[in-house]
């Protein structure tokens, strides 16, 4: 703790140095008192006054030692004020007295105001008593004994307190993800968590300049399998200017009594996404559409740029005018709350290394008792989901580096299904919003004999038209067949449908396949 005596006497040399700063001043003459007392330091003094700016007093010590220990000092270098004084002359003592009638929310935003503030805001003696208030006395003493004992830097205090207030909003959150969906496998509350710990997201542009441009989600749908969040009303850079995109959760620190996050709250963040955007392979996966153009990116990540009418190929749409009109992103819900949470602002939560469990008597290890449930939607309402059980592989089915697993088959009328409600993808920008036909987001989930998650994606998906020479064999039949997909290097999802005559999708094939890579790292298998 401080002095008391100490604090009377250097009150007392503020205010005579005061008073012969604001005589000298009157006067039109310097202050001779003040110049004395600068040339009476001693060469030690004098060395760490020069190495200070002429307008900004001495700041505290670096986590060496502590802010007590350094006001606790016998003598204090005095800097000489040239024009006007500002706040930033006021010495640490009075900012130290300001800042303890702040509380911890604000507390932490003025630590963010500048440099000065900075080492000050994080002092010590005001986070123990917020410690104290918030975390109880004994918290506070143990991590007085932990610095006493280990010489711990001044920030331990507020570093212990944002760690208790973000331990309890996690714990909050955490206690729904007890209670499974028999229907996906997943945790039925996923949105009830990320909504108790009042997560949103937020959208980085990063240029070539390295320059960050951040924006906050609009809004967020939840499904039974994923979650999905856009951005528009976009005020960025051109779209060729754009190198790397990255997607954060916000977590914020502080809720209300009825525990509602409060806005502008101070927040931690957890990366989800970054990629990086180069061009020359950029252009090949650009969908084209009437009024847009669309850019799928792997992990359920979507572009969309404003068309040019001007332009005529891809290349001028970078050239020329192009701009970024919207984003969308699809979250699936398998440890999307312990990747919102407990992740760092730049290194993702680590999911962990699943164990590989050998089974040297089960000739078909790997290739049997999956579930598999799949949904197709738009960004707020679900068009089709089924879910399938104990699915199996055959050796046979074995090829081309997958495990096929037939969902719906061709010759099985009864498994074909009718889809009644039209596959589109609803958008919006600030001033305009439209539908894209024939678009669709895809969530999927597939457990293994365990019930452990082995391969979960959501992701938009076009569907795309192919012709054939002969008609399908069932009721609905037509010359022409659409096809529905999806593949990344965990697996691929296929889907052929046709048309009814009120023009609703009639899917009569859907396959899973594994890849067998991924089926021999997971089970300790040898398949080829």
């Keep these: 703790m401080i002095n008391n005596a100490y604090l009377t006497k250097m009150a007392s040399r503020h205010r005579e140095h005061l008073s012969g700063y604001l005589g000298a001043h009157k006067a039109g003459k310097p202050n001779n008192s003040s110049l004395s007392k600068s040339k009476a330091t001693t060469s030690t003094e004098q060395g760490t006054v020069q190495s200070q700016s002429k307008d900004v007093p001495v700041l505290f010590t670096s986590s060496a030692r502590s802010r007590a220990t350094y006001l606790s000092a016998k003598t204090r270098p005095v800097v000489k004020i040239t024009g006007k004084a500002t706040i930033n002359h006021l010495p640490d003592e009075l900012l130290l007295k300001i800042f303890s009638y702040l509380d911890a929310g ?17 002092d010590n003696l005001l986070w123990e008593r917020i410690v104290a208030r918030y975390c109880g006395p004994s918290t506070s003493a143990s991590n007085q004994t932990l610095q006493s004992g280990q010489n711990t830097s001044a920030v331990s205090s507020k570093n212990l307190f944002i ?42 542009l990063i240029d070539q300049y390295q320059n960050e441009h951040v924006l906050n989600s609009k809004d967020v749908f939840y499904h039974q399998m994923a979650a999905t969040t856009r951005w528009y009303d976009l005020e960025v850079p051109k779209i060729k200017h754009i190198k790397k995109i990255q997607v954060h959760s916000i977590n914020p620190l ?21 990629h990086d955007l180069d061009w020359n392979k950029v252009l090949k ?23 040019c009418k001007m332009l005529l190929n ?29 992740g760092s602002s730049d290194i993702p939560y680590d999911i962990g290394t699943h164990k590989v469990i050998p089974d040297d008597i089960d000739s078909s290890y790997g290739l049997h008792d999956y579930q598999c449930t799949v949904e197709i939607r738009t960004s707020r309402n679900s068009i089709w989901s089924q879910q399938f059980n104990c ?36 958008w919006k920008t600030d001033a305009f919003r439209g539908i894209v036909e024939n678009v669709a987001w895809i969530d999927v989930t597939v457990l293994d004999e365990r019930g452990e998650p082995f391969w979960c994606i959501s992701s938009l998906s076009r ?12 009721d609905y039949s037509s010359e022409d067949v659409y096809t529905l997909s999806f593949m990344d290097e965990r697996g691929k999802l296929e ?31 040898t398949y080829k």
């Design 254 to 274: 502080f809720f209300n009594n009825k525990g509602t996050a409060i806005y502008n709250s101070p927040y931690q963040r957890s990366l989800l996404l970054s």
């Design 163 to 204: 760690k208790s207030v973000s331990s309890s909003r996690n714990k909050k959150a955490l206690r729904f993800l007890k209670k499974i969906n028999p229907f996906t496998g997943l945790s039925r509350d996923t949105d009830k968590a990320l909504k108790s710990a009042g997560v949103y997201f937020q959208l980085t």
């Design 391 to 426: 699915l199996s592989c055959k050796k046979e089915n074995i090829g081309s580096g997958f495990a096929v697993f037939p969902l719906i088959r061709k010759d099985y009328h009864c498994d074909h299904v009718i889809l009644q409600k039209k596959l589109q993808f609803p």
């Design 285 to 307: 996966r650009i969908t084209d559409f009437d009024n847009l153009h669309l850019l799928f990116l792997p992990n359920g990540f979507v572009l969309c740029l404003e068309r």
């Design 106 to 122: 604000h507390l932490l935003l003025a630590a963010r105001v500048c440099k000065r503030w900075l080492p000050v805001a994080k």
């Design 463 to 474: 569907v795309g038209e192919q012709c054939l020479q002969k008609n399908f064999d069932f």
């Design 495 to 525: 889907a052929q449908m046709s048309k009814t005559d009120d023009d609703n999708f009639f899917m009569t094939i859907l396959n899973l396949k594994l890849s067998l890579d991924r089926i021999n790292a997971w089970f300790g298998t």
């Design 314 to 342: 891809w290349l001028c749409l970078f050239q020329g005018d192009g701009e970024l009109a919207f984003v969308s992103m699809g979250l699936h819900c398998n440890q999307l709350v312990q990747r919102c949470l407990l």
